[in-house]
């Protein structure tokens, strides 16, 4: 019963503080979730830079001997070469070189929207405007575009488009052939208004049609690549699908929508997948593949002036049966971007990027699901820091938040390396973030207004240091009580009605004030709970509302101190004050008792009223300290010897009181052992019944010295035995019966 009450009773008052916390902080986390949905596209920029960082932490692994090579018009090859734009046959002649080798596919990373100026066609009609003749062998090549026509037509090559809406220009028909699982994609997709072709003659030489543009970033860093893009009202797979269909020599792409058989078909339509050949890419809602990025470390590259000067069947084992891709690394060439892994980085090693992972089927996603897990995570982890804050210290609250917040990076962190998913940890630790931050003042103010109320209400009561333990548990100061093992002390002043008759109000005041500063004194010392001053008297009580350990014991050395402080009191004073101090021990209620406007921290029941009992008693017996025997069963290397066996008023059953007479010191003296063990067999005659032997072997002990602190109990025990002896009780327990209170 009391375990359960302690629990019930201890537990109980915090419910309304941590109702309101709880609710306040629901309150928080749905405002934090809305501001997150709210603002999504914005936190989106956060979120990036969250991912980045990841893949700098841990980059895709590179692959060994990766399908894909880039041939670089860097500036070497300019300066050996010649300036840009280079004359198409030269370009012819490159693609040649490279379809020689082997390549399975060469895709042009730009386009070429212009006729070549350096043809000898219009070189000679421009001569001629000036009146100037010049002789040309009959089958001289006029036109250097046709020449790179040519050559584009004898390989499997892949021309680049730019699609953009800042310019209206027609675009040429993509070459791909494109089936839809589900809806057309231009339903949905985002479309450009029009875009930059090559030459009708290249692009009618050409295998492949695919756009290299990349889709603008606030940040200008690239993340993802279309893999399918709308212009024109025409669909066109990105340059690095279109080199991958054109090496596989499919005849065309498959788009899978969400509402095609057996995709998910809730929400607004949306690209899921895109399959060209034997291979299939995974596509987000816009058509955009999310670049992995590894920064091909083992990637081919030949510059592009080794191919046109240099000994080209060097390259052969490198080319063959790979997807060529030709671009520029060269600053003026402007191709030059920025990757979650470099500040610079030439474009075309972003298609490179995109078909490594096609080819090795290595894919960064992020799940259908990644939404609903985020806000999952949001709402768990927030709750849970709110239980912990509703209950726990503010640094116990910190750990925990920071805990949660690691626990957070680190769930997204194992998506990321171990699934390669991409979960966003921002929404979580916003809402972690609104929770503390709102709700820790609040808590911090709260426990520091309950700490002061403890303080004050128990300062005078209890020793700083219990005032400062109970300060952590302030919400234990409620109306009602809970039961607990506590000691129980009384004590009072002899004859203090008669004193106080010959004292002047002042003169009383002071003598009390005197008296009582040094009880609560040596009372505080010994982790006492002071319960209340009723005039000289003085009730106090151990283990509540704070454990003490070894209470009994604490409360038997108070009683000690407090007649030592006596003695030095009347030394002082000259004055000749005795007080009479009862002890008891077992179960009460404790707690803050009284009425809704009023209530003050005390104990109440049969344990405090035979203290009370027993300190009456001390006035009867002649004695200074008095316990019970639970007291003494738990302190019992004490000095203690028997008083008697009393059935107090109220109660039924006897209860055997003791006379504390010195602390553990005292009890191993040799005088103190002898008078113990002649006080007992006066009792054990005593109660035996044999009168006329307890009287004499008393009278025997009162004429030893160190009896002399029992005098007025062993008179009393003389007075006693007298009367038995002259009038013997016909039925006999040795078993006293007080009275009076």
């Given at each position: 019963?009391?375990?359960?009450?302690?629990?019930?009773?201890?537990?109980?008052?915090?419910?309304?503080?941590?109702?309101?916390?709880?609710?306040?902080?629901?309150?928080?986390?749905?405002?934090?979730?809305?501001?997150?949905?709210?603002?999504?596209?914005?936190?989106?920029?956060?979120?990036?830079?969250?991912?980045?960082?990841?893949?700098?932490?841990?980059?895709?692994?590179?692959?060994?001997?990766?399908?894909?090579?880039?041939?670089?018009?860097?500036?070497?090859?300019?300066?050996?070469?010649?300036?840009?734009?280079?004359?198409?046959?030269?370009?012819?002649?490159?693609?040649?070189?490279?379809?020689?080798?082997?390549?399975?596919?060469?895709?042009?990373?730009?386009?070429?929207?212009?006729?070549?100026?350096?043809?000898?066609?219009?070189?000679?009609?421009?001569?001629?405007?000036?009146?100037?003749?010049?002789?040309?062998?009959?089958?001289?090549?006029?036109?250097?575009?046709?020449?790179?026509?040519?050559?584009?037509?004898?390989?499997?090559?892949?021309?680049?488009?730019?699609?953009?809406?800042?310019?209206?220009?027609?675009?040429?028909?993509?070459?791909?052939?494109?089936?839809?699982?589900?809806?057309?994609?231009?339903?949905?997709?985002?479309?450009?208004?029009?875009?930059?072709?090559?030459?009708?003659?290249?692009?009618?030489?050409?295998?492949?049609?695919?756009?290299?543009?990349?889709?603008?970033?606030?940040?200008?860093?690239?993340?993802?690549?279309?893999?399918?893009?709308?212009?024109?009202?025409?669909?066109?797979?990105?340059?690095?699908?279109?080199?991958?269909?054109v090496a596989q020599s499919a005849s065309g792409l498959l788009l899978r929508s969400s509402d095609a058989s057996g995709e998910r078909a809730a929400g607004p339509l949306?690209?899921?997948?895109?399959?060209?050949?034997?291979?299939?890419?995974?596509?987000?809602?816009?058509?955009?593949?999310?670049?992995?990025?590894?920064?091909?470390?083992?990637?081919?590259?030949?510059?592009?002036?080794?191919?046109?000067?240099?000994?080209?069947?060097?390259?052969?084992?490198?080319?063959?049966?790979?997807?060529?891709?030709?671009?520029?690394?060269?600053?003026?060439?402007?191709?030059?971007?920025?990757?979650?892994?470099?500040?610079?980085?030439?474009?075309?090693?972003?298609?490179?990027?995109?078909?490594?992972?096609?080819?090795?089927?290595?894919?960064?996603?992020?799940?259908?699901?990644?939404?609903?897990?985020?806000?999952?995570?949001?709402?768990?982890?927030?709750?849970?820091?709110?239980?912990?804050?509703?209950?726990?210290?503010?640094?116990?609250?910190?750990?925990?938040?920071?805990?949660?917040?690691?626990?957070?990076?680190?769930?997204?962190?194992?998506?990321?390396?171990?699934?390669?998913?991409?979960?966003?940890?921002?929404?979580?630790?916003?809402?972690?973030?609104?929770?503390?931050?709102?709700?820790?003042?609040?808590?911090?103010?709260?426990?520091?207004?309950?700490?002061?109320?403890?303080?004050?209400?128990?300062?005078?009561?209890?020793?700083?240091?219990?005032?400062?333990?109970?300060?952590?548990?302030?919400?234990?100061?409620?109306?009602?009580?809970?039961?607990?093992?506590?000691?129980?002390?009384?004590?009072?002043?002899?004859?203090?009605?008669?004193?106080?008759?010959?004292?002047?109000?002042?003169?009383?005041?002071?003598?009390?004030?005197?008296?009582?500063?040094?009880?609560?004194?040596?009372?505080?010392?010994?982790?006492?709970?002071?319960?209340?001053?009723?005039?000289?008297?003085?009730?106090?009580?151990?283990?509540?509302?704070?454990?003490?350990?070894?209470?009994?014991?604490?409360?038997?050395?108070?009683?000690?101190?407090?007649?030592?402080?006596?003695?030095?009191?009347?030394?002082?004073?000259?004055?000749?004050?005795?007080?009479?101090?009862?002890?008891?021990?077992?179960?009460?209620?404790?707690?803050?008792?009284?009425?809704?406007?009023?209530?003050?921290?005390?104990?109440?029941?049969?344990?405090?009223?035979?203290?009370?009992?027993?300190?009456?008693?001390?006035?009867?017996?002649?004695?200074?300290?008095?316990?019970?025997?639970?007291?003494?069963?738990?302190?019992?290397?004490?000095?203690?010897?028997?008083?008697?066996?009393?059935?107090?008023?109220?109660?039924?059953?006897?209860?055997?009181?003791f006379a504390l007479l010195g602390d553990a010191q005292l009890a191993q003296q040799a005088e103190f052992a002898s008078l113990a063990q002649a006080h007992a067999q006066?009792?054990?005659?005593?109660?035996?019944?044999?009168?006329?032997?307890?009287?004499?072997?008393?009278?025997?002990?009162?004429?030893?010295?160190?009896?002399?602190?029992?005098?007025?109990?062993?008179?009393?025990?003389?007075?006693?035995?007298?009367?038995?002896?002259?009038?013997?009780?016909?039925?006999?327990?040795?078993?006293?019966?007080?009275?009076?209170?």
């Amino acid at each position: 019963m009391s375990a359960n009450l302690r629990r019930g009773n201890k537990q109980q008052p915090r419910r309304p503080r941590s109702f309101k916390l709880l609710l306040g902080g629901v309150a928080v986390l749905l405002l934090a979730l809305c501001v997150d949905t709210v603002f999504r596209d914005g936190l989106s920029r956060l979120s990036d830079l969250v991912f980045d960082g990841f893949q700098r932490a841990a980059p895709r692994a590179a692959t060994a001997d990766p399908g894909v090579l880039v041939v670089d018009i860097d500036e070497a090859s300019l300066a050996r070469v010649g300036q840009w734009p280079w004359p198409r046959d030269q370009m012819g002649q490159l693609v040649d070189t490279v379809g020689s080798l082997g390549a399975a596919a060469i895709a042009f990373d730009m386009v070429f929207t212009e006729p070549d100026r350096t043809s000898l066609g219009p070189q000679l009609k421009r001569l001629q405007a000036q009146g100037i003749a010049i002789q040309v062998a009959p089958n001289a090549p006029l036109d250097n575009d046709q020449l790179f026509a040519e050559a584009i037509a004898r390989n499997p090559v892949v021309m680049g488009v730019a699609l953009s809406s800042e310019t209206g220009r027609a675009l040429s028909p993509p070459l791909a052939g494109l089936s839809f699982a589900g809806s057309d994609p231009r339903a949905y997709l985002p479309a450009f208004e029009g875009g930059l072709s090559n030459l009708p003659v290249l692009t009618a030489a050409a295998t492949g049609i695919g756009s290299f543009s990349f889709p603008p970033a606030r940040d200008n860093i690239i993340r993802a690549m279309p893999l399918v893009a709308s212009a024109d009202g025409q669909l066109y797979p990105g340059l690095g699908v279109e080199a991958l269909r054109v090496a596989q020599s499919a005849s065309g792409l498959l788009l899978r929508s969400s509402d095609a058989s057996g995709e998910r078909a809730a929400g607004p339509l949306a690209l899921t997948a895109v399959k060209v050949g034997m291979l299939e890419l995974p596509a987000a809602a816009d058509g955009r593949f999310r670049i992995h990025y590894s920064a091909m470390p083992h990637m081919t590259v030949i510059p592009a002036w080794q191919l046109l000067q240099g000994d080209a069947a060097a390259w052969a084992d490198k080319v063959e049966g790979r997807v060529v891709l030709i671009g520029t690394s060269a600053i003026g060439l402007r191709d030059i971007v920025a990757t979650p892994l470099a500040a610079a980085e030439p474009g075309v090693n972003v298609h490179a990027e995109l078909i490594d992972q096609a080819l090795n089927q290595q894919f960064l996603q992020r799940p259908d699901w990644a939404r609903g897990a985020e806000v999952l995570v949001a709402v768990v982890s927030s709750l849970l820091l709110l239980l912990v804050l509703a209950g726990a210290r503010p640094l116990l609250s910190s750990l925990a938040f920071a805990l949660l917040l690691g626990g957070v990076f680190g769930l997204a962190w194992w998506a990321y390396t171990r699934h390669a998913w991409l979960l966003d940890p921002l929404p979580a630790l916003l809402c972690l973030l609104a929770v503390f931050v709102s709700m820790m003042p609040t808590l911090l103010f709260v426990g520091n207004r309950e700490k002061r109320f403890v303080r004050s209400a128990f300062s005078r009561y209890l020793s700083p240091a219990l005032v400062e333990r109970l300060s952590h548990d302030a919400q234990a100061l409620q109306l009602g009580g809970e039961t607990r093992q506590i000691t129980v002390l009384f004590s009072d002043i002899r004859g203090f009605t008669a004193l106080s008759e010959n004292l002047s109000p002042d003169a009383l005041t002071t003598l009390l004030n005197d008296f009582l500063t040094p009880m609560t004194d040596v009372l505080l010392a010994h982790e006492a709970t002071i319960d209340k001053y009723i005039g000289d008297a003085i009730m106090a009580f151990w283990n509540a509302p704070v454990d003490i350990a070894a209470h009994p014991r604490k409360a038997c050395l108070a009683a000690l101190g407090m007649a030592a402080a006596v003695d030095a009191l009347n030394r002082e004073r000259g004055s000749a004050l005795r007080i009479g101090v009862g002890l008891n021990m077992g179960e009460a209620c404790v707690g803050n008792l009284g009425s809704q406007q009023r209530f003050s921290y005390s104990a109440i029941g049969d344990t405090v009223n035979l203290a009370s009992r027993v300190e009456s008693l001390t006035k009867y017996y002649g004695v200074t300290l008095m316990v019970t025997d639970a007291v003494r069963a738990e302190a019992a290397d004490l000095a203690y010897v028997e008083v008697d066996r009393v059935r107090v008023v109220g109660r039924n059953e006897p209860v055997q009181l003791f006379a504390l007479l010195g602390d553990a010191q005292l009890a191993q003296q040799a005088e103190f052992a002898s008078l113990a063990q002649a006080h007992a067999q006066v009792l054990a005659l005593y109660r035996g019944g044999e009168f006329c032997a307890a009287l004499n072997a008393l009278q025997l002990l009162r004429m030893q010295t160190c009896a002399a602190s029992l005098s007025a109990l062993h008179a009393l025990y003389v007075q006693r035995l007298e009367q038995l002896i002259i009038h013997p009780p016909t039925q006999w327990d040795g078993i006293f019966t007080a009275t009076s209170k």
